[in-house]
């Protein structure tokens, strides 16, 4: 019979222990996470960036990824969107009772695999396991620590008029393939989840330019929201051009034919960033030789007129406006 | 070929813009009669870089638009019934019957779940034999032949506990409907592409014989668009009307036999009720007696209540095409996507949508 997680792989006594010990601490081996105190305990100084994020991805597999993969890549982003060099992860379960054992075992080596790509160590953990039907096979929540080098200053609200507008590739990816896997609308398709970790992208993209002035990920929402948000944060507009937004045909014909707009799918491994109209060209160069930043282009400019709106010229050359996403896609796509 | 990004080339679409500059003399008004066209229309700036000769109105074709309040609510009633488990397309969730919405009602309890295939709601009906799973039969020509199979399927299967609450409709009597009126004032017809594909090209060709007003089927692509306007401008140059297609790769002139067949199997035409224009002849599709075992209407006691209109709600009028929705003064303001009055903010080929999401002015 199949090893099963049962409620008492969450009670903190033996199977706990065994659990842990056997299929995390082995797997995330390091020595912070294996001393197993009660906090993981370690010297840091500088700017520190603090970030958590919890993940309900459904299905928890999917192409090109999986809920561990994903629950790292999700917070190294999230802190390297802040110029942050990603340091150290909590991982927190919360698992339904039943999921395979084989499964978690899956997830677990994903999460080792994404953190030490991301160069990121998991120092603290925990377990907890609910009755069937209480969660929905297995949640995870990460928080993450990093550190900022000095005169590195990061912020949705530093866009000025003039900063050019830059997205790291193809938007969609992983919305499109997330949902090409649901149950009750799967459909067939060979295009994969972008998730990936940026942390290393960002570092090389600020020693190319110290003077980045805004960097997010977007993620739920898509890149349409990201635009929106920083917009409003920075009080500026910002115009894109419809044809140089690079989208895969895959997610085109997806998104024809279950009515979405690809600028509003969610994307895990693309980042949008705004920075000096006179560095936009060194970034480029420098964000075209990491492996996740090969089809990077500038898609617009920021402007001062229209506070928070984003308006983007169609590729008929005509104008409209880009909102945020109102309502839902789909849920739980990260 | 790609289907898609070819017909989205920017260099491609100038080309047919400054022909249609060139060409376009006469002041000429067309409607598109499909909410599929006004999104396209919107999302790609299309009135914007016609000539000013050239005005474009949105139509009724939004079928979640044109549904009657009474209607809604005899779904939402419907939901109360114990141990019946309503399937619907996304959209319908949200658009305010006289009372509540499938959403409210949903929240508070009722079984009421998401499909994206009629064949999503017979499964559900099979894996639920102690429910009554009622399928929400809301469309046009394009959606009423899959779910005319999903009743011929239930009843190949011997299934008692599936439903239909058929409240589907049919195109070229409400263009009928809305030329008679004579409310609006038409020089061409941009006609539905995905409806089309179904009944084919034919069933428009009384548009242009007895009201003189050129057609053209369109597809949803910003090319087929600027391609289908230009047809409709060599049309009133020349002083002709006919029906063309402009959308080949989808539509022949004598239509889907397979899906008409089905059609034909299961519905027979009856009027139907249609917001801003009331009851239209003909115009809606009733199960036949054959196969009336499957109609929710039939099979359960539905007590919708009295209904009643948004106060101030002007979607009538913008689904007739003699408003738009900047004449609504609720427009933007108390109505809004993330809190819908009126339907045609709700669906997303509404024209209050539309019109919202792509900025009027801008994309206007």
């Known amino acids: 019979m199949e090893d099963k997680i049962l409620l008492a792989h969450g009670s903190g006594g033996k199977l706990a222990h065994e659990l842990v010990e056997k299929s995390f601490v082995k797997a995330l081996a390091n020595p912070l996470l294996a001393k197993l105190d009660d906090s993981a305990v370690f010297d840091l100084s500088g700017r520190l960036a603090f970030t958590t994020d919890s993940y309900v991805v459904s299905p928890i597999f999917f192409p090109g990824g999986d809920i561990g993969k994903l629950a790292v890549c999700g917070t190294v982003n999230d802190l390297a969107m802040c110029g942050a060099k990603p340091l150290y992860l909590s991982l927190s379960f919360i698992i339904e009772e039943g999921l395979p054992q084989s499964e978690l075992e899956q997830i677990v080596d994903s999460v080792q695999k994404a953190a030490q790509e991301a160069g990121v160590e998991i120092v603290t953990g925990d377990t907890k396991v609910v009755h069937k039907g209480s969660a929905d096979k297995l949640f995870i929540n990460t928080a993450g620590v990093g550190i900022i080098a000095q005169g590195i200053d990061i912020s949705g609200s530093n866009a000025r008029p003039g900063d050019k507008v830059i997205l790291s590739g193809t938007i969609g990816d992983h919305g499109i393939a997330v949902i090409s896997q649901r149950e009750g609308l799967s459909f067939s398709t060979k295009l994969k989840s972008d998730c990936a970790p940026l942390g290393d992208l960002v570092a090389e993209m600020v020693n190319a330019s110290p003077n980045i002035h805004c960097l997010r990920d977007p993620t739920r929402g898509g890149l349409a929201t990201s635009l929106n948000e920083l917009a409003k944060q920075s009080g500026v507009s910002i115009r894109i051009e419809e044809e140089k937004i690079p989208v895969r045909e895959e997610v085109l014909a997806a998104c024809e034919m279950l009515g979405f707009d690809p600028l509003y799918v969610a994307n895990e491994g693309k980042l949008v960033a705004i920075v000096p109209a006179e560095d936009a060209d060194k970034l480029l160069t420098a964000m075209r030789k990491n492996k996740y930043g090969k089809n990077t282009t500038i898609i617009g400019e920021v402007g001062a007129e229209h506070p928070g709106r984003v308006v983007m010229k169609t590729v008929l050359g005509a104008s409209r406006i880009v909102d945020m996403l109102v309502g839902d896609l789909l849920p739980r796509i990260c | ?364």
Request: charge should be negative; include cysteine.
């Open chain 2, 1 to 364: 070929m790609r289907f898609i990004s070819e017909f989205r080339r920017s260099e491609l679409a100038e080309g047919l813009i400054s022909q249609i500059h060139r060409k376009s003399r006469t002041p000429a008004r067309f409607m598109e009669f499909c909410g599929g066209h006004t999104v396209t229309i919107f999302r790609y700036g299309i009135r914007q870089v016609l000539p000013s000769t050239i005005e474009m109105v949105s139509g009724p074709g939004c079928p979640i638009c044109v549904t009657a309040n009474a209607d809604l609510d005899k779904a939402i009633a419907l939901s109360q019934i114990p141990d019946v488990i309503i399937t619907t397309f996304g959209d319908m969730l949200k658009v305010p019957g006289s009372r509540s919405s499938l959403q409210q009602v949903k929240a508070d309890g009722a079984q009421v779940h998401t499909v994206y295939s009629t064949m999503d709601a017979l499964k559900m009906a099979e894996d639920n034999p102690d429910k009554s799973v009622v399928f929400l039969g809301i469309g046009f020509e394009t959606t009423a032949p899959t779910i005319a199979a999903s009743i011929l399927q239930a009843e190949e299967k011997g299934m008692r506990n599936y439903y239909v609450l058929s409240l589907h409709k049919v195109c070229p009597p409400v263009i009928r409907a809305l030329l008679d009126s004579g409310e609006v004032k038409l020089d061409g017809l941009i006609c539905p592409g995905h409806v089309s594909a179904i009944i084919g090209s034919h069933p428009w060709e009384f548009i242009a014989r007895d009201y003189g007003i050129p057609c053209v089927v369109s597809g949803f692509e910003p090319l087929d668009i600027l391609q289908c306007v230009d047809m409709l401008v060599d049309q009133v140059e020349n002083g002709e009307s006919r029906v063309e297609i402009a959308y080949r790769r989808g539509v022949r002139p004598e239509g889907n036999q397979q899906a008409l067949r089905l059609m034909e199997q299961v519905f027979e035409p009856s009027p139907a009720q249609w917001r801003g224009m009331g009851e239209v002849p003909d115009s809606g599709l009733k199960i036949r007696k054959k196969y009336q075992c499957f109609d929710a209407e039939l099979a359960f006691d539905i007590e919708p209540g009295p209904t009643s209109e948004p106060v101030g709600c002007i979607c009538g009028d913008i689904l007739r095409g003699v408003k738009t929705p900047a004449d609504c003064r609720l427009f933007g303001k108390a109505c809004v996507p993330e809190n819908p009055i009126g339907p045609c903010m709700v669906s997303s080929e509404g024209s209050c949508s539309a019109y919202y999401l792509y900025g009027g002015s801008f994309g206007g």
